[in-house]
């Protein structure tokens, strides 16, 4: 069973929305900070939000702040990532990735990815 699960993905229209999903299994997950990632072709990865192992807390990059939201469910092993507004841009495949015990910390574990494709 792989560590993290993402889905969600897909194609979105711009200013369109989607939610992504990411579910946890075989670990702690209430110890782990967990982050949202994106690379698109040609282009380096790059994270966009993480949500600290207990929550609230969480960080984004300056192309997700306003548009993008990250939340936990510890009940479900779950973090979602909503994504409104979306650009062309935004397109790339996301992975979820959990890192021991805080945000910018190593990461222990990374999901396959999901595509994402913003486009009319």
């Known amino acids: 069973q792989l560590p993290l699960v993402e889905s969600g993905g897909g194609l979105a229209q711009p200013g369109g929305s989607l939610r992504l999903s990411c579910t946890a299994s075989?670990?702690?997950?209430?110890?782990?900070?967990i982050g949202w990632f994106r690379q698109a072709p040609g282009k380096e990865r790059e994270e966009v939000a993480c949500?600290?192992?207990?929550?609230?807390?969480?960080k984004y990059s300056n192309a997700a702040k306003g548009r993008f939201t990250i939340s936990r469910d510890i009940a479900r092993r779950t973090v979602y990532l909503e994504m409104s507004n979306l650009r062309p841009e935004d397109a790339a495949v996301y992975f979820c990735?959990?890192?021991?015990?805080?945000?910018?910390?190593?990461?222990?574990?990374w999901g396959q990815g999901t595509q994402v494709t913003v486009s009319s």
């Open positions: 075989g670990f702690t997950f209430a110890d782990y900070a």
């Open positions: 949500i600290e192992p207990g929550g609230p807390s969480t």
């Open positions: 990735a959990a890192s021991f015990y805080y945000c910018g910390s190593s990461v222990n574990y």
